[in-house]
């Protein structure tokens, strides 16, 4: 945010904070600039976010390659769409699906990490907002901004009011003001765009029904790794405790060879004393031997 103006940097300050922080972090700043009653004021309207809208605007935050991975497929979506490709559109929109589901649960793991839980219905939410940011370049904006107060939803026909969705959204760009609608030019080849139709509740359970079969077999192929995984350990434990074997026993055999050494050197110690008491002996009787000699020569 940049520093010229203030709001936006208190702004930016307070959505970054831990979602129990808001509210008397936003009334400890209401009576700090208490001398300016304009933006004391202005601070005081800051909304607290909704768990949905925070836990995005955590992501944003903590992992904006992430975003920006998500902004991109989703331009090539709208890029498919102007250019009428039919095949392009199919696998951006799998990408998309597969994309939202992965970072919502990278979204989800981050604010557990704060110690926010997220149900199922703020987990729709939070990907319901991916998908909007996706479809709508505005509706992107109003993500990267990181200042949410609530989750988004949108049907890619450019209608999305944002005006209530984002804190400061006339600084922000967005006013609430409804856009006039385009003239149908019938020189153009018609765009596509997700609208409601008779089928919406079928093709949300083909949906569902697609994101079931995904998960499964992405939990199929992880239980074959862990299922691998739990083997190499059992048998790297199996030859832990096997090495752990042969070491107590090389250390059995290491303090047996240590009391036979302390037996050898109590043995060589007397052989030695023995040795120097046979010496003597010797010496003794080598000197007896002389005396002898030389009383024999006096006669």
């Not at 102007?82 to 559109?89: R, V, Y």
């Not at 030019?185 to 359970?205: C, E, I, M, N, S």
């Amino acid at each position: 945010m940049p520093d010229a103006d203030p709001l936006l940097k208190i702004a930016d300050d307070l959505y970054a904070l831990p979602l129990a922080d808001f509210t008397p972090a936003r009334d400890a700043l209401v009576k700090e600039h208490k001398a300016d009653k304009a933006l004391a004021a202005s601070i005081k309207g800051l909304r607290k976010a909704s768990v949905a809208a925070w836990v995005v605007n955590l992501l944003v935050r903590r992992d904006p390659d992430q975003v920006d991975q998500v902004l991109a497929v989703g331009e090539a979506l709208r890029d498919a769409q102007d250019n009428f490709d039919a095949t392009q559109l199919r696998e951006f929109t799998k990408q998309r699906r597969q994309l939202t589901a992965s970072v919502t649960t990278a979204a989800r793991r981050m604010a557990r990490e704060k110690g926010v839980r997220t149900t199922e219905s703020v987990a729709e939410q939070v990907e319901a907002t991916l998908t909007a940011a996706m479809l709508e370049p505005d509706a992107a904006r109003a993500v990267r901004s990181g200042l949410l107060v609530t989750s988004l939803s949108a049907t890619g026909l450019g209608d999305l009011d944002l005006s209530g969705a984002v804190a400061l959204p006339e600084a922000l760009g967005f006013s609430a003001k409804a856009r006039p609608a385009a003239a149908p030019d019938p020189t153009q080849r018609p765009q596509l765009h997700v609208v409601p139709d008779p089928d919406a509740d079928a093709k949300a359970r083909a949906a569902a029904d697609e994101r079931l079969a995904d998960a499964r077999a992405v939990l199929k192929e992880h239980e074959k790794e862990h299922r691998a995984a739990r083997r190499s350990v059992e048998k790297l434990q199996a030859r832990t405790l096997q090495v752990q074997s042969e070491i107590d026993e090389l250390r059995g055999r290491l303090a047996a060879l240590e009391d036979t050494l302390e037996e050898v050197d109590e043995e060589l110690a007397e052989a030695e004393a023995a040795q120097a008491e046979v010496e003597e002996a010797v010496d003794e009787a080598r000197s007896e031997v002389d005396a002898a000699r030389e009383a024999r020569e006096r006669f």
